[in-house]
């Protein structure tokens, strides 16, 4: 029995590399970034790898024996007919995020996308100017040494990316609104996302990266984004995953700070039957500042997994993170913080806190903030809560003349306000508001 589980896990990811290497990379993208090169290796890396169980430590808490049952298949080409008016926006007012780059199915839809400024890049991997292309080589590049299984599975894939490039000393004021939709098709399709975000030296920028599907659609997503943040640099990043119920979701979010620069990540996860969020911060300058704000919502019987690193090795490091889930129903919510203080990172200040809200009996959330410290003259702290709705409160609401129902959406919108109201656009955060109450 055990040989033929590990025979599917190992069938699975070569049809899924089978598929991969059909899709075609053109001459001047193969030549210009070395794609070919970073697929081949890609590839070579994921027939030799293991498909994650519940075995693995890092995943000890998240089953994905449910994906080998669905026989995904990789789309060739955009043969979606999405339009303009089925875009499901995360605001209500369209000119709140009047700067868009679409992906259908994995594939950029230039139709569907507004707006440009000659200022900067907002584009796909195909038009990326000149000028640009050797510093986006610089950054793709670091894939050829891969880690994991499945960011090796979406660089065997990789043939076309989002690109966002703000060169030094530019403040960009306008929202930049990276769209990554699953649109209807064949069954089990699989969507391979790649975001390059580079903030160039003294600017400044914010990014939402959205992932949305239309209609009840069976997916497999499989996103990676590369963030760089340079001396100096501000980056405010949105990451708002919000697919259906029928979609699998893994997410790889890999960020490097140089000296003086600063970064925060706001990632709320609603939707999927199976989400996980990799996100990973690499401090590689003294004096960064890192902000990482986790919201999970998950009813009826999702998982929600989100595990993040933040990697101190220099001093004067500082980062704040907090992460709320709020879970019902019989639905599952996993969050697993470390933090690394290398002996270089003295004087590091970093802070953690786990905060979760259990509204049945039989939703169930496992959190392990972690903390790993080399370095002896630091201010480290983390710690973690899990609670219910108070009766007490429920009673006082009611008794000033609300229903149930009423009074326990205060308390849940309550406790994800302090997430929400930190978000860098107010419309997103209304939207995402009304969303928890259609859920509950």
């Known amino acids: 029995m055990i040989n033929t589980q590990v025979a599917t896990r190992e069938m699975f990811l070569a049809d899924l590399v089978n598929q991969c290497g059909k899709l075609e990379v053109a001459n001047s993208e193969s030549s210009a970034y070395g794609l070919q090169d970073l697929r081949d290796a890609a590839t070579e890396y994921v027939l030799a790898a293991s498909f994650p169980t519940v075995r693995d430590e890092e995943w000890r808490f998240t089953d994905l024996s449910p994906v080998l049952q669905v026989p995904f298949h990789v789309p060739q080409s955009n043969q979606s007919n999405v339009k303009l008016t089925d875009i499901i926006m995360p605001v209500k007012n369209r000119d709140d995020l009047p700067l868009r780059l679409v992906f259908v199915n994995g594939f950029y839809a230039p139709d569907l996308s507004t707006g440009n400024l000659p200022d900067f890049y907002v584009g796909n991997l195909s038009n990326v100017p000149e000028k640009y292309r050797s510093r986006i080589t610089d950054v793709l590049s670091k894939h050829k040494q891969q880690t994991e299984v499945f960011t090796a599975l979406n660089t065997a894939g990789l043939v076309d990316a989002a690109v ?238 609300l229903d149930l129902e009423r009074s326990r959406y205060l308390l849940i919108d309550a406790f994800a306000a302090e997430m929400l109201n930190q978000l860098p656009i107010v419309g997103v955060a209304k939207m995402l508001s009304t969303c928890m109450a259609i859920q509950e």
């Open 164 to 401: 966002v490039f703000v060169p030094a000393n530019m403040p960009i004021d306008l929202p930049i609104h990276l769209l990554f939709l699953t649109a209807p098709g064949a069954s089990g399709t699989m969507c391979q996302p790649h975001c390059l975000i580079i903030a160039e030296a003294g600017s400044n920028i914010t990014v939402v990266e959205d992932y949305a599907t239309i209609g009840n659609v069976p997916a497999f997503t499989n996103a990676v984004t590369d963030v760089v943040v340079g001396e100096n640099a501000t980056v405010n990043h949105v990451r708002l995953q919000r697919e259906g119920l029928d979609v699998v979701h893994v997410g790889k979010s890999a960020i490097e700070q140089a000296r003086n620069s600063r970064y925060t990540c706001h990632a709320i996860s609603l939707g999927g039957k199976i989400s996980r969020h990799n996100l990973e911060v690499f401090q590689r300058g003294e004096g960064t500042e890192t902000t990482l704000n986790g919201l999970t919502v998950a009813f009826g019987e999702q998982l929600a997994d989100t595990h993040s690193l933040i990697d101190f090795n220099h001093p004067h490091g500082t980062s704040r993170q907090l992460h709320k889930c709020i879970v019902g129903n019989k639905a599952r919510a996993v969050f697993n913080g470390k933090v690394f203080v290398r002996k270089a990172a003295q004087l590091t200040d970093a802070g953690q806190l786990s905060r979760n809200l259990l509204l049945s009996p039989r939703a169930r959330v496992d959190t392990k903030p972690q903390l790993e410290i080399v370095a002896d003259n630091v201010k480290c702290s983390h710690g973690a809560t899990v609670s219910q709705l108070e009766d007490d409160e429920l009673f006082y609401l009611q008794s000033r003349g």
